[in-house]
């Protein structure tokens, strides 16, 4: 992007993103510890210790103040805080209100991610989304949490839900996350309760403490045409809607700020001979350069996403954007390109407020067990040391001096 000059505001959020299934360890009573156990993830991957955050939080916070970090995206995980349905256990509270209160000393803001995928396990044998009480369930956790932790430790930030789409397509249609359900029906079922929970806990939250500012985590793809042809600028369309808007459309009235997590773009070809074949209508993508998860980089594409979600009229952060590149031969450039596109956009008028590179460390990549490897820092999972790569060193300048330098 060769029009790239000039700086990011001053009080722009830059930070790391992680999720705590992912990288804690131990989170014996969620849904995918249980799917883990039985063998039915992945190749039979398991999660174990993760990349052992639980233990070594202070050294990680040490990693994201050497990025010159001002603020850290992180989850709660609602299987440690509910073992039991309606039982809380304080001690998992207390954890998470010294983890709140070390980022606070330190000087980063807290954006916690209440539900990001990890069900606890006495909700996935009732039936998890499916329960037709579920959304209830969520709320129930949403108040303890807000009232035993949020309202006294100063978070101004709280992302209900991670991805809800990418969830139910992971769960209820490709089978790649527990319950692995193939079915329509439930994962319609399913959206329509996300969204039922997403404003209900809004309403509650703003009940309990005044002034948070309260949004969701939508992974959105910028989609594009390979031709000019009507038929293909339908589709992206229809895709665009459905994909990217429909979820924050029907929760704008009850939202504070759109998050974005940007990874794909999806080009769309029509053929009636593929209407044998509906998925090689998309992803059509040139994919000349790929990361080692096989997904094509186009940075372009976080500019037209964020174009697209401006018509929110709604602070935006990009919550997630990362790349999985174990030799860091392209994360830099990556990281570099994907922002020049991000100031292009606010220059355009999006009122973009942060940026929250995926991931601070290698972690445990759901389906894909820990072969991805989206961190800054290393971890040796032999030792769960962490080693900087270079691109951490590349973006701790970007946010010391909040331009591309
Ligand atoms: C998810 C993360 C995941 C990342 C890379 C995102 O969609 O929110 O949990 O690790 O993709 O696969």
């Given at each position: 992007m060769k029009e790239y000059r000039g700086s990011f505001p001053e009080n722009f959020y830059w930070g790391t993103a992680i999720s705590s299934y992912q990288t804690e360890g131990d989170n014996t009573h969620s849904d995918w510890w249980e799917y883990e156990r039985a063998g039915r993830i992945g190749n039979g991957v398991h999660s174990g210790k993760a990349a052992n955050h639980y233990e070594c939080y202070e050294e990680d916070f040490d990693l994201i103040q050497s990025l010159h970090n001002n603020s850290f995206r992180f989850s709660l995980e609602w299987s440690r805080i509910e073992p039991q349905s309606g039982q809380f256990d304080m001690t998992a509270i207390e954890y998470y209100r010294s983890y709140?209160?070390?980022?606070?000393?330190?000087?980063?803001?807290p954006f916690v991610t209440l539900?990001?995928?990890?069900?606890?396990?006495?909700?996935a044998e009732r039936g998890g989304w499916l329960h037709k009480d579920a959304h209830r369930y969520f709320v129930r956790y949403v108040k303890f949490v807000m009232e035993n932790l949020i309202a006294d430790t100063d978070v101004r930030y709280l992302i209900t839900m991670n991805e809800p789409l990418v969830y139910v397509l992971c769960s209820y249609i490709n089978k790649k996350y527990p319950p692995q359900q193939a079915s329509i029906v439930s994962a319609v079922r399913v959206v329509r309760k996300l969204i039922k929970a997403h404003r209900m806990s809004y309403r509650a939250i703003g009940k309990i403490k005044k002034g948070m500012r309260v949004g969701i985590a939508k992974n959105n793809t910028y989609f594009d045409t390979l031709s000019k042809k009507r038929i293909d600028r339908f589709i992206v369309f229809i895709a665009g809607y459905a994909w990217n808007r429909y979820f924050l459309n029907r929760i704008r009235r009850h939202s504070d700020f759109v998050g974005i997590n940007y990874y794909f773009h999806n080009r769309i070809s029509f053929r009636w001979?593929?209407?044998?074949?509906?998925?090689?209508?998309f992803n059509c993508n040139e994919n000349e350069d790929t990361s080692d998860t096989g997904w094509e980089i186009y940075p372009a594409g976080i500019y037209y996403v964020l174009m697209e979600a401006r018509r929110q009229q709604k602070p935006i952060f990009i919550l997630e954007n990362g790349v999985a590149d174990a030799k860091d031969r392209i994360r830099s450039l990556f990281i570099m390109e994907h922002l020049k596109y991000v100031w292009k956009a606010m220059r355009d008028g999006a009122d973009v407020r942060g940026y929250f590179y995926w991931s601070l460390i290698d972690n445990f990549d759901w389906a894909d067990g820990f072969d991805p490897r989206f961190g800054l820092f290393e971890v040796d999972y032999d030792d769960y040391s962490r080693h900087p790569r270079v691109s951490a060193r590349v973006y701790a300048d970007i946010c010391r001096y909040g331009k591309i330098v």
């Open positions: 709140i209160l070390s980022l606070r000393k330190r000087g980063i803001e539900w990001h995928y990890t069900l606890p396990v006495w909700l001979r593929k209407l044998f074949n509906p998925r090689t209508i």
